[in-house]
């Protein structure tokens, strides 16, 4: 196992297009929480002592809904990357509040963002589908309405190709309401990209195979259908993946999943001890699971 030396590249757009970056060496706390389910994923950052003029710029307003503020976090190792541009990115959305407050000896600025929070909130869709149109094209047109958000795999199972539109009508309605008639909780959003994935469906990542060489924790724990499991801090996991698990403690867990839910949680510092753990959740199914390309 190769993960020495954590690192992260911070980059946040203001409201009024400022472009801001902190690194190392300022060290940072995390809490992210991701799930493949349409609601909207989470991070808590809080970064320690920056500059007056930077926390100022930070700042951003609760209230103000529908002002849009971007962050994007990278993290890794750098025994694993070269240099911050090949680091994966963890977190991508919009800033709901960002303040900054002395704690101790300590300036404390906190940010709270939502990956996917701002279309939810603020996409809607007026639009008329016609009778006999690709079914699959018109999804598109409501997929294309979320702001900000990038299509990636939508399953052939979901909205299948040849499915047709079976009669004239007129849509006027949030997205996030469309899309869940319409997929029910099929569908998610992760760095800002949507994806429909059926039960027995997945994606295709990086890194695949989860055991004690690449950082795995303790034992895994089962409840039905579902298995939690802990590991060093690992950033290349995508929402939705296959992975592949296997655990020396306890081999009845061992085979292959769908990764529904993951957890970074820890602190990124050249100076401040403490730890960064990834907590997963997968998915065994009924079936053998197929890649969505």
């Known amino acids: 196992m190769e993960k020495f030396g954590r ?3 911070l980059r946040i757009t203001t409201k009024g297009g400022d472009n801001i970056t902190v690194q190392l060496p300022f060290a940072i706390d995390i809490d992210i929480t991701k799930s493949a389910l349409p609601t909207a994923n989470c991070l808590q950052i809080k970064i320690y002592n920056l500059p007056r003029n930077i926390r100022d710029r930070l700042r951003f307003d609760i209230s103000a809904i529908s002002d849009r503020q971007e962050l994007a976090l990278k993290a890794g190792y750098q025994s694993l990357h070269k240099n911050l541009n090949d680091l994966p990115m963890i977190f991508m959305g919009s ?10 000896t300590d300036w404390v600025t906190t940010i709270e963002c939502y ?48 499915d047709k539109v079976l009669r004239d009508q007129s849509v006027k309605s949030k997205v996030f309401d469309l899309l869940n008639q319409n997929l029910g909780t099929k569908w998610f959003i992760d760095n800002e990209i949507v994806n429909a994935l059926d039960d027995d469906e997945a994606l295709d990542g990086i890194f695949k ?40 403690t306890d081999p009845a867990f061992n085979g292959t999943y769908k990764l529904i839910s993951i957890k970074h949680r820890g602190t990124i510092s050249n100076a401040k001890a403490g730890q960064l753990i990834t907590t997963c959740r997968v998915f065994k199914g009924t079936g053998k699971l197929e890649v969505v390309k």
């Not at 950082?215 to 950033?235: C, H, K, N, W, Y």
């Open 7 to 9: 690192i992260y590249d």
């Open 209 to 248: 195979y989860v055991n004690v060489d690449t950082g795995l924790i303790g034992t895994p724990v089962r409840s039905e259908t579902l298995i939690d499991f802990s590991m060093i801090f690992e950033p290349r996991l995508l929402l939705g993946q296959l992975i592949n698990l296997k655990s020396i």
């Open 115 to 162: 990956d996917g929070g701002f279309a939810i909130a603020n996409s809607e869709i007026n639009d008329s589908f016609k009778a006999g149109e690709n079914y699959r094209y018109s999804m598109d047109k409501v997929f294309s309405k979320l702001e900000g958000i990038r299509k990636g795999r939508i399953s052939k199972k979901l909205i299948p190709e040849g």
């Open 95 to 104: 800033i709901k509040y960002a303040f900054s407050e002395r704690v101790g």
